[in-house]
């Protein structure tokens, strides 16, 4: 089955600055990869995600790139600021096949 | 918005005792996944259901858990006896079913259980 490998686990950042979170997948079949963000007490709740025939996109402040050949891809913030902070999880899915990343926690300090 | 409903929120049962979980995913949804979740990590698939089948319990310890949802709709997760390991939040997400393309999960409040 699919194994989705999620790095760092934790990661502090100065408000403004920028955060990347990287993850690979083993299943070359997969083809859909959501990315989860998941506030303390809350739900998880998808931020971002991107198919396997588009290489990058991006929505305002976050953007998120695929490369397929290696079996990675990585979520990218922006001006990071203090409401970013949260635990971000990546899947990797194919035929609602999903499967998710261990997590990485996200501080930013204002 | 449809959401999916979880309950209960909270649960705190002794060891050895038998404790149950329901879901009911966004109506029309035909993909339910129970994931256990430790404090700080990842979603842990436990079970998937397509409709009323299982098509992946190879995570799900058998010997005291078990998943079902008899009509393809809502879903009852049970473990029968509680250990301490078991304390963790218990989420349980739905996925429509299109044809040639996945799509987003969308996960309840979850039940967080603890185990005395």
Redesign the interface.
């Known amino acids: ?1 699919e194994n989705v490998e ?1 790095h760092p686990s934790t990661l502090s950042v100065q408000e403004g600055d920028s955060a990347v979170i990287k993850c690979t997948y083993s299943d070359s079949a997969s ?2 990869f ?1 990315w ?1 963000k998941q506030e303390l007490g ?5 931020i971002i ?1 991107i ?1 396997s025939n588009v290489g990058e996109k991006k929505d305002q402040r976050i953007a998120v790139t695929l490369n397929k050949t290696a079996k990675h891809f990585s979520l990218h913030i922006t001006e990071t600021q203090p409401e970013d902070s949260a ?1 971000y ?1 990546c ?1 990797a ?11 990485t ?1 996200l501080t930013v300090k204002p | 918005e449809a959401e999916v409903a979880q309950s209960p929120r909270y649960k705190i049962t002794e060891k050895s005792q038998a404790v149950a979980f329901w879901c009911d995913p966004i109506s029309g949804h ?2 339910l ?1 129970w ?1 256990r979740q430790i404090l ?6 436990l079970v ?1 259901f ?1 409709d009323e089948s299982v ?2 319990d ?1 995570q799900l310890p058998k010997d005291r858990f078990s998943a079902e949802r008899l009509k393809g709709v809502d879903s009852t997760l049970k473990i029968q006896p509680a250990e301490l390991g078991d304390s963790a939040m218990y ?1 349980c ?1 739905s ?1 429509p ?1 299109l044809r040639g ?5 969308f ?4 039940t967080r259980l603890t185990v005395v």
């Open positions: 089955g999620q083809n859909y959501p989860y809350k739900r998880p709740q998808l995600d198919r635990v999880f899947a899915s194919q035929g609602n096949d999903m499967r998710f990343g261990a997590g926690r | 035909a993909t996944y994931y700080g990590q990842g979603p842990e698939l998937q397509q098509v992946d190879s989420l997400a996925q079913r393309a996945d799509t987003e999960a996960f309840g409040q979850g």
